[in-house]
């Protein structure tokens, strides 16, 4: 157990659907960062929260969005699904926000979109 | 962002030191090398990360390169629980309100253990 927690670990969804993606980061950790793990794209950063607010963007789709609350909890949220949507997705946490201590992953959620 | 080489795929026997090895010729004076393996149906999980000096912790140790153009990891006794894909990242410096200093995962090389 990393101390990173997602929910659900499995979620199966159809095309043109909206979910809602949960991380718990490690206790004491202020930063939350999303990545997606897709067979043919590897693993690609999404976006970063520090504390509640953004700090930086990667990769993320328009139709992609994510928050991060008061308690530090954040939430992914994937609207308007296509197929491609499929993959893995990755939260992970650390102390400040610059991660230079390196960063802790949960186990992922499993997304297939049908 | 800074590239690292890394090949696809290497074998090891089991209780023999294995080297990973990492190419970054394009590698700036601020960028920390950071190293992750991803286990099966697990996500990353961090190893080892240095700047200039050769580093050990109880995972691995880190032998960075004089001119840093490379580094290579080193597990000292494989286990069959060390397959897995690792992942050699250069960690730009992050900006505050930038996008710099997030890891940049590339496709790794993946380790076989053998018994």
């Known amino acids: 157990d990393s101390g990173v927690t997602q929910t659900p670990k499995h979620l199966i969804t159809a095309t043109g659907q909206r979910v809602t993606l949960r991380c718990s980061p490690r206790?004491?950790?202020?930063?939350v960062y999303w990545y997606q793990q897709s067979l043919d794209q590897g693993l690609q950063f999404l976006i970063q929260y520090y504390n509640g607010e953004e700090r930086a963007k990667g990769n993320i789709l328009e139709r992609f969005s994510a928050q991060q609350f008061p308690d530090l909890h954040s939430e992914l949220n994937l609207s308007s699904l296509e197929l491609g949507d499929s993959a893995l997705y990755f939260c992970?946490?650390?102390?400040?926000?610059?991660?230079?201590?390196?960063?802790?992953f949960g186990s992922g959620t499993r997304l297939t979109v049908v | 962002d800074a590239k690292t080489t890394q090949p696809n795929s290497m074998e090891s026997n089991e209780e023999e030191p294995v080297h990973l090895p990492c190419n970054h010729s394009t590698i700036s004076g601020t960028d920390y090398i950071h190293w992750y393996r991803q286990l099966p149906s697990q996500g990353p999980e961090y190893v080892i990360h240095?700047?200039?000096s050769n580093v050990n912790n109880r995972m691995a140790s880190l032998a960075i390169a004089e001119d840093r153009k490379s580094s290579t990891l080193i597990l000292h006794r494989a286990t069959l629980r060390d397959a897995a894909v690792y992942y050699c990242i250069l960690r730009v410096p992050p900006n505050y309100g930038g996008s710099q200093g997030n890891l940049i995962f590339g496709k790794g090389t993946k380790l076989s253990v053998k018994p």
């Open positions: 992970a946490s650390s102390v400040g926000w610059t991660g230079e201590y390196g960063y802790t």
């Open positions: 240095g700047l200039t």
């Open positions: 206790s004491g950790d202020l930063s």
